[in-house]
């Protein structure tokens, strides 16, 4: 079991739908927990980070996190079809500073 | 604004060869890290630095060794290249090692 999961997808939303990604993480000592963007072949970019239980908004994106259940979510309002992309989840754990990937959700945005 | 540099941008090499991996940090970046990803993977943590030294080390083969500089850009040197070898390699850097990563453009490494 990866320490990081998510669902692969691909998911497919239309343009303009609100795109939910989740993901769950095992350690329960993990402190910080990150969303990037990576294109075929680029590199990942961050889109949002957060440490503390609850929703962070950033625009059209909002984190969301809840230790107690060890879930990370990440919400696309106004889907636009420059969103499509792999998705991942990464989160820092207690000890050191790596950070464990996910697999990535791939997200499609159809117009 | 000013982003993690990385060269080469692509490198082909034949088993058995050597290669060198360079990471120049955003500008006020004491801490770098590796990352592989191979085709179709998520990034796996190859060895991070903090200061000059060594902060943290994952799956990082023997065959692989990566330093700090004084000016804090990082070299990768892998030996004795392996056809599993080839991957994307990416570079980030943060301020302070519990800081946000940004990661760099990637170095695609092909063994023949």
């Known amino acids: 079991q990866k320490e990081v999961e998510q669902n692969s997808g691909p998911l497919s939303v239309p343009e303009g739908a609100i795109a939910s990604l989740n993901c769950t993480y095992s350690?329960?000592?993990?402190?910080?927990f990150f969303w990037y963007r990576q294109y075929s072949g680029k590199s990942p970019e961050l889109i949002m980070f957060?440490?503390?239980?609850g929703d962070k908004e950033d625009g059209r994106f909002t984190a969301q996190l809840n230790k107690a259940s060890q879930y990370v979510s990440l919400l696309i309002r106004d889907s636009q079809p420059s969103d499509s992309a792999t998705y991942l989840c990464?989160?820092?754990?207690?000890?050191?500073?790596?950070?464990?990937f996910g697999a990535g959700t791939i997200l499609r945005v159809k117009s | 604004a000013a982003g993690v540099i990385q060269s080469p941008r692509h490198l082909i090499k034949e088993k058995r060869e050597t290669a060198t991996l360079k990471c120049y940090p955003i500008p006020r970046h004491d801490t770098v890290y590796w990352y592989q990803q191979g085709p179709g993977q998520d990034p796996q943590f190859l060895i991070s630095?903090?200061?000059?030294?060594?902060?943290d080390k994952g799956s990082i083969p023997d065959r692989f060794s990566a330093q700090q500089f004084s000016d804090y850009h990082s070299e990768l040197n892998m030996s004795s290249l392996e056809l599993g070898d080839s991957a994307l390699y990416f570079c980030a850097s943060s301020l302070g090692s519990g800081d946000t990563q940004y990661f760099g453009p990637g170095t695609r490494l092909t063994v023949l």
């Open positions: 957060i440490y503390s239980n």
């Open positions: 350690d329960r000592g993990s402190q910080s």
């Open positions: 630095f903090y200061e000059k030294m060594q902060s």
């Open positions: 990464a989160v820092k754990g207690g000890y050191g500073n790596k950070l464990v």
